[in-house]
């Protein structure tokens, strides 16, 4: 016995500083790939989002095939097929008149669908942590498995469909002429036309429209107000389609019902780290301990 426990000694000796090595390792990897990314995302956004945007796209599909996650397949090629269609639409030029309304509506859809299983997850989550499921004579682990999915399928779907959405925003407001990325848009915009769908408003901002109102920003520019809520939460832009001023959001979600969206939008765009960059961060990290023969 004490032979055996001594070979384990020699076997294992050193492991303590090989271990501290390959924490700081992860820790250096971890800060620089942070700053680079921060410095690659203040300097060239566009090919910063398409990067991420592919790779929120394909990463969990690597490790749904892997793990022969079939459910998971089945939504993500319906949600590819419909939203590549969307897509394909916005970037049409000329723009059709119907498409701006379908690719907010799609995508507004998508981040109410989103938000309500992420909220159902959660409080199946918590549910199961208070042990309220064995009122139901649910095992555990079957309800935090439900939980847990539930809440990955709205964190995840929620963050693909922002990334598309902003995409498709910047294509399609750049099509109609009343917004570019930088300089002067290309078109006067009228009073009576939205900058964001360039379709005509019929209904007055002091008037209560019977499907949706109309909107004032504080620089005096009038939008369809879905289509302005749909620019600033879906799209993620927070300055005026036409003028980019920026758009007080607490003035526009003064009803507190409707601020966990914004909040909702804020977590999403935290999360889009963690999945797209995180597991390339762990595989580079994994890739220099192989390098330098740490195990």
């Known amino acids: 016995m004490r032979v055996e426990h001594a070979r384990m000694h020699a076997k294992h000796r050193g492991h303590e500083a090989m271990h501290a090595e390959m924490v700081l390792i992860l820790i250096a990897t971890l800060v620089v790939a942070?700053?680079?990314?921060?410095?690659?995302?203040?300097?060239?956004?566009?090919?910063?989002n398409m990067v991420t945007l592919f790779q929120m796209w394909v990463v969990p599909l690597y490790f749904t095939v892997k793990l022969h996650w079939w459910r998971f397949l089945v939504i993500w090629i319906l949600f590819s097929a419909v939203t590549a269609f969307v897509t394909f639409r916005a970037t049409r030029k000329p723009l059709v008149q119907t498409t701006p309304r379908l690719v907010y509506k799609w995508f507004l859809l998508i981040y109410k669908i989103s938000y309500a299983t992420g909220i159902v997850g959660y409080m199946a989550v918590m549910f199961t942590l208070f042990?309220?499921?064995?009122?139901?004579?649910?095992?555990?682990?079957?309800?935090?498995?439900?939980?847990?999915?539930?809440?990955?399928?709205?964190?995840?779907?929620?963050?693909?469909?922002?990334?598309?959405?902003?995409?498709?925003?910047?294509?399609?407001?750049?099509?109609?002429?009343?917004?570019?990325?930088?300089?002067?848009?290309?078109?006067?915009?009228?009073?009576?036309?939205?900058?964001?769908?360039?379709?005509?408003?019929?209904?007055d901002v002091s008037e209560e429209g019977i499907i949706e109102n109309t909107y004032r920003l504080s620089c005096n520019?009038?939008?369809?107000?879905?289509?302005?809520?749909?620019?600033?939460?879906?799209?993620?832009?927070?300055?005026?389609?036409?003028?980019?001023?920026k758009v007080d959001l607490k003035r526009m979600f003064s009803n507190p019902w409707e601020r966990p969206h914004v909040m909702y939008g804020q977590l999403l765009d935290w999360l889009r780290y963690l999945v797209a960059w995180q597991p390339v961060i762990i595989g580079l990290v994994q890739g220099i301990n192989y390098v330098l023969g740490l195990e």
């Open 34 to 48: 942070q700053l680079l990314l921060v410095q690659w995302k203040q300097r060239h956004p566009r090919s910063y």
């Open 131 to 203: 042990g309220l499921n064995l009122l139901f004579k649910i095992k555990p682990e079957d309800a935090m498995d439900f939980g847990i999915s539930l809440l990955f399928y709205g964190l995840y779907y929620g963050v693909l469909e922002r990334d598309f959405a902003e995409m498709c925003a910047d294509y399609m407001a750049s099509t109609i002429g009343f917004y570019s990325e930088s300089g002067m848009p290309t078109k006067h915009l009228s009073d009576s036309v939205c900058a964001v769908c360039g379709q005509q408003i019929f209904v």
């Open 221 to 245: 520019h009038v939008f369809h107000e879905f289509c302005i809520r749909g620019w600033c939460i879906v799209g993620k832009k927070q300055t005026c389609p036409y003028c980019k001023e």
